[in-house]
């Protein structure tokens, strides 16, 4: 009977701490959800510039380095311990939010985020492991060890970083990550060292995303070396794909039910290596799980966060980095082959993620960023906004913004 007891008090004191001071951020985001059904609203230039002025206070939070804050946590469980508001610097996703800061400072004209992305860089530059590879986890999060995963989300970076400025450390850094990411990679295209610690261990297929940075390293170097290596990750995200387009071996933790986002992941890594070394069995693959989500996506927008092997949805959730990431790969795959239908679930996506966007200063700490999950409460990213969920959500946004007003690409 102790247990139970204990089970109950606990949730009335969850409820309860909704409604603390320190909380006040989350039970007004939680309110704005409730006063409005979610809806599809037409994507705009407002909605980008929202998102990246707060990439920008997210790099200035996390303090002079140039790391940009994992995120913001607007409420944390009772007796968490969780640190509330902006967190600490995150190699990961600081590392592929650079080619993002770069499109945007060239499509608007913005001087201050190309500076942003250079300090990004150069910050890449400065905590590089000794192996060529890049720590999991929040940086100063323990313990530090190199991750494929997270090497190949901050090569996409350090290629583009080259690209902009021609400076020799960022093409040697990149060779070096090149390098660490050869040596775990396994003849099979699975990754069998360089595991993150913060998540379940063993080869993934969204790793195919990593091959797509060693895809661009041989083309950009003009070496032969590398994009064997991104083909055959490929070669193993593929023979995870069912014939009804779900992969297995593809999520952090929990593979029975992979997130949106991992899902995303998979399909933007399949995508780009299809285009990059002209395999069409990518590109097929893609199609095949994109025309199944098709299907999936309410008439508002909403699609679930996690889903079963059958393509039943496993949480009442959505996972808003995966929306937005999939209506990016909608996006491409539409610019690519033309498939009117694509450019409409993107525009049913993404719309939905604007919905839950908050920019009209009514929440001043959070205006412009993507939250984890709608609604708020949701298991991803709970209570949370995240670096990479706005990061994604503003490529896809200049993806759209492109493919309706082409003239702004370039700018």
Request: aromatic share 10%.
């Amino acid at each position: 009977m102790l247990q139970p007891l204990k089970h109950v008090a606990r949730l009335v004191l969850e409820k309860a701490s909704a409604y603390h001071p320190l909380h006040r951020e989350a039970l007004d985001i939680s309110r704005l959800e409730s006063s409005v059904p979610p809806q599809v609203i037409t994507p705009t230039r407002r909605h980008l510039d929202e998102a990246i002025a707060w990439i920008k206070r997210a790099q200035e939070a996390a303090g002079h380095g140039g790391g940009v804050a994992w995120g913001y946590r607007a409420r944390a469980s009772v007796r968490s311990g969780a640190r509330l508001g902006w967190l600490g610097p995150y190699p990961e996703t600081t590392g592929y939010i650079i080619p993002t800061m770069l499109r945007y400072a060239r499509l608007a004209g913005d001087v201050g985020s190309a500076h942003a992305a250079r300090r990004m860089a150069e910050w890449e530059l400065r905590i590089q492991l000794a192996d060529g590879g890049f720590q999991g986890g929040i940086y100063g999060e323990l313990p530090v060890s190199s991750s494929t995963f997270v090497t190949g989300q901050v090569l996409f970076g350090l290629l583009d970083a080259y690209r902009e400025w021609r400076s020799t450390p960022y093409r040697n850094a990149a060779i070096r990550a090149g390098n660490f990411l050869l040596e775990c990679l396994h003849e099979s295209g699975r990754f069998i060292k360089g595991y993150s610690h913060f998540c379940a261990s063993g080869s993934k297929a969204y790793e195919v995303r990593t091959g797509l940075a060693l895809a661009e390293l041989g083309i950009m170097l003009g070496q032969e070396t590398y994009k064997p290596a991104a083909s055959r990750t490929a070669d193993y995200a593929l023979s995870c794909q069912q014939q009804n387009g779900w992969f297995s071996e593809n999520d952090l933790d929990e593979h029975h039910r992979p997130l949106t986002h991992t899902i995303g992941y998979v399909l933007e890594g399949l995508h780009g290596v299809g285009m990059l070394l002209n395999r069409s069995d990518c590109l097929d693959a893609v199609r095949r799980t994109l025309d199944m989500i098709t299907k999936l996506i309410h008439a508002d927008g909403f699609l679930a966060g996690r889903w079963r092997s059958d393509w039943s949805p496993a949480v009442d959730w959505a996972c808003l980095t995966g929306s937005a990431q999939i209506a990016g790969v909608y996006l491409r795959m539409h610019r690519d082959f033309g498939n009117a239908a694509y450019f409409e679930a993107a525009h049913r996506l993404l719309g939905f993620v604007c919905w839950t966007q908050e920019t009209k200063g009514r929440v001043p700490s959070l205006s412009g960023g993507i939250s984890g999950s709608y609604p708020f409460t949701g298991a991803y990213g709970q209570w949370c906004l995240l670096n990479w969920a706005t990061k994604f959500f503003a490529d896809s946004l200049m993806d759209y913004l492109v493919e309706v007003l082409p003239a702004t690409e370039g700018r």
